[in-house]
């Protein structure tokens, strides 16, 4: 469980890292995508100058070629105006119209060619500002194109870092949680395999049980039955049932008593010193009952006061009583300690003495409140101490009650079982912590008190050493109460064990098997001091037990074979009855086979002497048999109409009367008994095979019926599962749904940090572009003074 714990945390913090490197990779991405489009418009707008460039230079072509044209016509001009010129120079003797047409066509040749020569001055001005304008934007688009492929390359290389690393740790994450499933699956694989071996241990707990209450059923009829010694009716009476006196433990009781009356003497000293000391502050302040009669009310309560040893002092009496009555030779539980009722009424008596002086106590503080000097400060003080106070006694109310529950066993039996008597003695151990800190509390109100009233300027000496005293009995009452605690706290094993318990069960020890267990010893002590006189023989208890044993066994074996005889002497009857039915069923066979024998030969003899004669006796022979089946044929016929009703043993039956059957009636009786004799063989054989098959089937119905309950059980149990599995998935669902919502809420959280880092970055960027301007223009302007 250590193991997949830390795997758990390691995958969660992967997790988180993954997260934070995605939320960077996104902004990245961004950062690179903006960086794509701004690439993308440098490089469309580089085109547009290209384009651009294009044209001008298309133009500027265009413009070199018109100038080419120009000049060429500007020479062809000169020359012809050369040759106009020398045929000028030849003709001057010509009339004069046609010089002063000859110079009219130079003048506007000579403008026209001045033109001409200026507006080509200006072309190559306005190409050659173009041409450097254009240089001067590409090598700035070139430079910027740079510095942004560079950018690129880096953002570039950062994303593929990123990314390897990414895929690093999902691959990693991929395989931890690979391993994590395959841990998973083989962790599910044993909780199947121990809820399976948990089934088999639960099903052979079972049947230990069972066995176990069968062989106890057992045990408990046999010692009930052939035990006659032992006592079951009176088990308080029952010497086997006592428990051994256990010398240790007494001594061991005796030594924690002892230490517990130290204890109580020193808590019994300091409560009479508290009361005592505040009953003299009563009488001192808030008003000295030298000077003045002190209230009524602080009257009365130094009244009760005065009379606290009456309370306090049979504490300590009755407590060395309890002590004085645990010896070596007493047993001592809760059961046989009756000094402790005493005690316990003791101090019931003293709690109830201080419910009494509480509401005196706390009206005492209200009124030392009261007095003029009292300031704002002992006041809360005060206070403080009215809820001590009130806190003290209802710690005493619950001392009490837990000692007179403790008291209560040695008064009645049965009154307390031994765990609650544990969970009483844990809650007395913490009760009387719980009074060591509220003495300790009240302790520390009381020294502040002094602190405060030992400002006030009224103040006397005797007050004070009264203060100083009961200071005083308070710190010993807080010590004897921690002691108290502590004690009871070490020795809380002690008294929550049980050093006397009955054999055969944890039930308290109850006074009268005390007793027994006390006469044993003495008897004891006795057989062991007279050990040398003689005694007389007697018979061991394992060999008493064996003997009665082999008596009972004896003893069943004659019953058994007794039964054995009875089954014997039953099946032998049931055998001759049936030797007489088969010989009976023999003799009847014998009688049918002679008559049919004898049938047989007379027709025989009919038959030879109807062959053996004439033809006339053959025919009269014929004849007679003819009419002998129709006469049988007759019979037949009138059977129904011709009958005759025999009874006997067996019922009534009704008979044809004939010549040949007339004498037949007994043997047909007998052959309708056996017939019934043997329908009964067979419904009888019938009937036990449908018993066989009844008992199979309800077998086979019980082995069903358990079949289907253990299905039940399993379906409850698979059902119980799913509903666990379910409860798990939605778990799961739930805590994944959380976990991609903080997820969410980390990334977008980052990213607005990203964001924010990333404007505040632009802007110390800036910051430093203007600072290094300004560094630059301050250096030049340094330079040039």
């Known amino acids: 469980m250590a193991n997949v714990t830390d795997l758990q945390t390691k995958y969660s913090?992967?997790?988180?890292?993954?997260?934070?490197?995605?939320?960077?990779?996104?902004?990245?991405?961004?950062?690179?995508?903006?960086?794509?489009?701004?690439?993308?418009?440098?490089?469309?707008?580089?085109?547009?100058?290209?384009?651009?460039?294009?044209?001008?230079?298309?133009e500027m072509d265009s413009l070199s070629f018109r100038n080419q044209q120009l000049a060429k016509r500007v020479e062809l001009l000169q020359e012809e105006l050369a040759v106009s010129e020398a045929k000028g120079k030849k003709g001057k003797t010509k009339v004069d119209s046609p010089s002063q047409h000859g110079l009219q066509t130079q003048s506007v040749f000579d403008e026209d060619l001045q033109k001409k020569i200026e507006e080509n001055e200006r072309l190559h001005i306005q190409f050659y500002e173009a041409d450097e304008q254009h240089r001067r934007q590409e090598a700035e688009l070139r430079a910027r194109l740079e510095e942004l492929e560079k950018d690129s390359e880096q953002h570039q290389a950062v994303v593929d870092g990123l990314t390897t690393k990414y895929m690093e740790t999902i691959e990693r994450l991929q395989s931890d949680k690979a391993r994590l499933e395959v841990k998973a699956q083989t962790l599910e694989?044993?909780?199947?395999?121990?809820?399976?071996?948990?089934?088999?241990?639960?099903?052979?707990?079972?049947?230990?049980?069972?066995?176990?209450?069968?062989?106890?059923?057992?045990?408990?009829?046999?010692?009930?039955?052939?035990?006659?010694?032992?006592?079951?009716?009176?088990?308080?009476?029952?010497?086997?049932?006592v428990p051994p006196h256990n010398r240790r433990h007494q001594l061991k009781a005796r030594d924690v008593a002892g230490q517990a009356l130290s204890f109580i003497?020193?808590?019994?000293?300091?409560?009479?010193?508290?009361?005592?000391?505040?009953?003299?502050?009563?009488?001192?302040?808030?008003?000295d009952s030298s000077i003045e009669p002190i209230s009524p009310l602080n009257q009365k309560f130094s009244q009760y006061l005065h009379e606290n040893a009456a309370y306090v002092r049979p504490l300590e009496d009755s407590f060395l009583q309890l002590h004085q009555s645990i010896t070596e030779d007493t047993v001592t539980v809760l059961e046989t300690v009756v000094k402790l009722k005493s005690f316990a009424d003791n101090f019931s008596s003293y709690t109830h003495f201080l419910q009494?002086?509480?509401?005196?106590?706390?009206?005492?503080?209200?009124?030392?409140?009261?007095?003029?000097?009292?300031t704002a400060a002992l006041t809360a003080k005060n206070q403080e101490l009215q809820s001590d106070m009130k806190r003290v006694t209802s710690v005493f109310e619950k001392l009490q009650n837990?000692?007179?529950?403790?008291?209560l066993p040695s008064v009645r039996q049965d009154a307390m079982p031994q765990s609650s008597t544990s969970a009483v003695f844990t809650q007395l151990a913490a009760c009387l912590h719980s009074l060591h800190d509220a003495v300790k509390e009240m302790s520390k109100h009381y020294n502040q008190k002094a602190g405060l009233e030992q400002e006030l300027p009224t103040i006397t000496q005797k007050l004070c050493t009264t203060t100083e005293c009961l200071l005083g009995s308070l710190g010993s009452l807080t010590s004897s109460t921690g002691k108290?605690?502590?004690?009871f706290s070490n020795n809380l094993d002690f008294f929550t064990s049980s050093g006397y318990s009955p054999r055969g069960g944890a039930v308290a020890l109850n006074p009268l098997q005390a007793e027994s267990m006390l006469a044993n010893k003495k008897k004891a002590a006795a057989y062991i001091h007279a050990i040398k006189k003689p005694r007389p023989q007697s018979v061991p208890y394992r060999e008493a037990l064996s003997n009665r044993r082999i008596l009972t066994s004896s003893t069943e074996s004659r019953e058994g074979l007794t039964q054995q005889v009875q089954q014997s002497q039953e099946k032998i009857a049931r055998l001759e009855q049936e030797k007489e039915h088969w010989l009976l069923e023999a003799q009847l066979g014998k009688v049918r086979l002679e008559k049919e024998n004898q049938r047989i030969a007379d027709l025989e003899a009919q038959l030879a002497a109807a062959l053996g004669g004439s033809p006339s006796l053959q025919t009269a022979a014929a004849g007679t048999l003819a009419q002998n089946h129709e006469e049988a044929d007759a019979e037949q016929k009138t059977a129904g109409k011709e009958t005759t009703l025999c009874t006997s043993l067996v019922g009534m039956l009704c008979t044809t009367p004939t010549v040949e059957h007339v004498g037949d009636e007994e043997s047909r009786e007998q052959l309708i008994k056996t017939h019934y004799m043997t329908r009964v063989g067979e419904l009888t054989?019938?009937?036990?095979?449908?018993?066989?098959?009844?008992?199979?089937?309800?077998?086979?119905?019980?082995?069903?019926?358990?079949r289907l309950a253990i299905a039940e059980k399993s379906r409850e149990t698979l059902s119980e599962e799913v509903k666990l599995a379910n409860q798990n998935i939605t778990r799961l669902q739930d805590e994944l749904a959380t976990t991609k919502r903080s997820y969410e809420d980390q990334l977008s959280m980052m990213s607005d940090h990203l964001c924010s880092m990333n404007e505040t970055l632009s802007k110390q960027r800036e910051e430093i572009d203007t600072l290094k301007l300004g560094s630059k223009g301050n250096a030049k302007k340094n330079k040039g003074r």
């Open 402 to 407: 837990y000692i007179n529950l403790l008291a």
């Open 484 to 487: 108290i605690a502590t004690f």
């Open 685 to 706: 054989t019938q009937l036990q095979i449908s018993d066989s098959k009844a008992v199979h089937f309800h077998s086979e119905c019980r082995a069903l019926a358990k």
């Open 265 to 287: 003497q020193d808590l019994v000293a300091a409560l009479l010193n508290f009361h005592s000391y505040t009953e003299q502050r009563v009488h001192i302040y808030p008003r």
């Open 356 to 374: 009494k002086i509480l509401p005196y106590q706390l009206k005492s503080l209200e009124e030392e409140c009261e007095a003029t000097l009292c």
């Open 189 to 241: 694989r044993e909780a199947k395999e121990c809820r399976m071996r948990t089934e088999e241990c639960q099903q052979q707990l079972r049947r230990c049980q069972s066995e176990l209450n069968r062989q106890v059923k057992q045990s408990s009829s046999v010692i009930q039955e052939k035990v006659p010694f032992n006592d079951t009716k009176f088990s308080d009476y029952n010497s086997l049932n």
């Open 13 to 58: 913090k992967l997790a988180q890292e993954y997260s934070k490197l995605r939320a960077q990779n996104q902004v990245l991405k961004k950062g690179v995508v903006d960086e794509q489009a701004n690439s993308a418009s440098l490089k469309e707008q580089l085109k547009q100058r290209d384009q651009s460039l294009r044209k001008q230079e298309q």
